[in-house]
């Protein structure tokens, strides 16, 4: 039973404009939460995360929001650029720095 | 440079036979963990390790076993009653829990295990 749900598998935006990916989770006991970006054939990198007792968490491009009640989160990069595309997968954690729950990821291709 | 090492990077088995995926870092993390990816799935955990000379089953544990007898290292086997081993295996390490939502995990490039 998968308890982070990523259920866009693709998005396409262009250049310049905001990529918007959502998450969606289904266990309350999550806490922290993480966003990684993946090239074919290579590992996820570690790009931005959050804990609960935050809403919103920013890093240059990208900013990740989360609204605990929905139990929902979303990752905001502005603007788009073509380096940027790749598959995102958000992750969650119950504690802190122990095992984390993916979901499948998002492919975002950025159009020029 | 730090980093994770996974070798090989493409690997090819018959069916009945084990194989161990190595992962190394010179991290210094403590923790160490062991995924498996499938097309369209996220990120399934099989085992990982907190500490030396200990580990714990994941979600996906069966047919797979692991040691953990020095830090930087942190083998997989893959045993004949995986039955269906084929997918691309990552392997990651953390740094200390405090700081994980400060740096992430740290990925490996990953194994890609095909049963032939």
């Known amino acids: 039973d998968q308890q982070v749900k990523q259920n866009s598998p693709s998005l396409s935006v262009q250049e310049g404009r905001i990529s918007i990916l959502n998450c969606d989770y289904t266990?309350?006991?999550?806490?922290?939460f993480l966003w990684y970006k993946k090239y074919p054939a290579e590992g996820p990198t570690f790009l931005i995360s959050?804990?609960?007792?935050?809403d919103k968490n920013e890093d240059g491009r990208f900013t990740v929001f989360l609204n605990k009640s929905a139990k929902h989160l979303s990752l905001h990069i502005v603007p788009s650029q073509p380096g940027d595309s790749a598959v995102y997968f958000c992750a969650a954690s119950e504690e802190m720095g122990y095992k984390l729950s993916f979901g499948a990821g998002t492919t975002v291709t950025v159009r020029a | 440079d730090g980093g994770i090492t996974q070798s090989p990077k493409y690997l090819f088995r018959k069916e009945g036979q084990n194989v161990t995926l190595s992962c190394e870092q010179n991290?210094?993390?403590?923790?160490m963990y062991w995924y498996r990816q499938d097309p369209g799935q996220g990120l399934r955990l099989i085992y990982y390790s907190q500490i030396v000379n200990d580990f714990q089953k994941g979600d996906i544990a069966e047919g797979y076993s692991v040691s953990r007898e020095k830090k930087e290292s942190f083998p997989l086997t893959v045993t004949s009653a995986q039955k269906n081993p084929t997918a691309f295996y990552l392997c990651?390490?953390?740094?200390?829990?405090?700081?994980?939502?400060?740096?992430?995990?740290?990925f490996g490039s990953g194994t890609r295990l095909t049963v032939v």
């Open positions: 266990n309350s006991m999550f806490d922290y």
């Open positions: 990651a390490s953390s740094i200390n829990p405090g700081q994980v939502l400060i740096y992430g995990y740290t």
């Open positions: 991290l210094n993390h403590d923790a």
């Open positions: 959050i804990s609960s007792i935050k």
